[in-house]
């Protein structure tokens, strides 16, 4: 649910090469406060590489990035302060093995936040009753099931309170029926007006939750709307090819409410 009309991330024409191989040609967008940004597009388009480049894991070749009027691109000082504001959750959790879910939470208000120890358990709990594990706080990552890390893993997020989050295939790598407990969190976020960028295959998802739904293709921006006008009117020939596929493939109609 959008809040104000504040822009709080700005993409400016970010270009990425990987030798020979172009993997992003001049994307541009902004995200306003409280807005959900879905990102779809076939593999390879260069969906996940832009979320690098954006929390800057991935250095882009060209192009500038803001987090609230502050440049994140060419600021190496100062990278570690923006990437506590620019949550990233993963499709592969990167949890630590070794601690708990409740450790994994809070280890990162600790370390990077310099919080101190009480206050971070008490912060860490909350943020995993948010996300519905608060009963598995002390459970290991080998005694959760793949929808269970991957909260664990939004929960550690949201514990440093980003400014915005961006989630790659949050739900790529969970079996199908653990796919709707994470969409359900996401779907809270975005109800309670986290800003957060999306990147997903979950067409139905994309259209419950998204402000406007991007199409990438080729490192490009091919389209771009609101759920409504994307999945039953959109611009381009290449969008409509791609749903219909998606569609094919998952046995269900992207198109449908």
């Not at 504001?85 to 708990?100: A, C, E, P, R, T």
């Not at 406007?212 to 490192?219: A, N, T």
Request: proline share 3%.
């Amino acid at each position: 649910m959008q809040k104000d009309n504040t822009i709080v991330l700005r993409v400016e024409d970010i270009y990425k090469n990987y030798g020979n191989v172009e993997v992003l040609k001049g994307v541009s967008f902004e995200i306003k406060k409280g807005e959900t940004k879905v990102i779809i597009g076939p593999s390879g388009s260069g969906k996940s590489t832009l979320l690098r480049c954006i929390n800057q894991l991935t250095i882009p070749d060209k192009g500038r990035i803001w987090l609230e009027n502050q440049e994140v691109t060419h600021t190496k000082k100062n990278i570690n302060q923006f990437r506590q504001k620019i949550g990233m959750v993963f499709q592969d959790f990167n949890l630590f093995d070794h601690l708990n879910a409740l450790r994994n939470v809070e280890i990162g208000l600790i370390k990077v936040r310099g919080m101190g120890k009480d206050e971070a358990r008490q912060k860490a709990i909350e943020e995993l009753k948010q996300v519905g594990l608060e009963e598995q706080a002390n459970l290991y990552p080998a005694q959760l099931s793949g929808g269970q890390k991957q909260r664990v893993s939004i929960a550690r997020t949201l514990a440093m309170d980003p400014s915005v989050i961006l989630f790659d295939e949050p739900t790529s790598a969970l079996d199908p029926e653990l796919i709707g407990e994470v969409l359900e969190v996401i779907k809270k976020l975005a109800l309670n007006g986290m800003t957060m960028a999306v990147v997903t295959h979950e067409m139905g998802f994309a259209r419950s939750v998204a402000n406007e739904v991007i199409f990438m293709e080729d490192g490009k921006i091919i389209d771009q709307g609101s759920p409504r006008k994307l999945f039953t009117n959109p611009e381009h020939a290449r969008t409509r090819k791609f749903l219909s596929k998606i569609t094919e493939l998952y046995g269900r109609s992207a198109e449908k409410k």
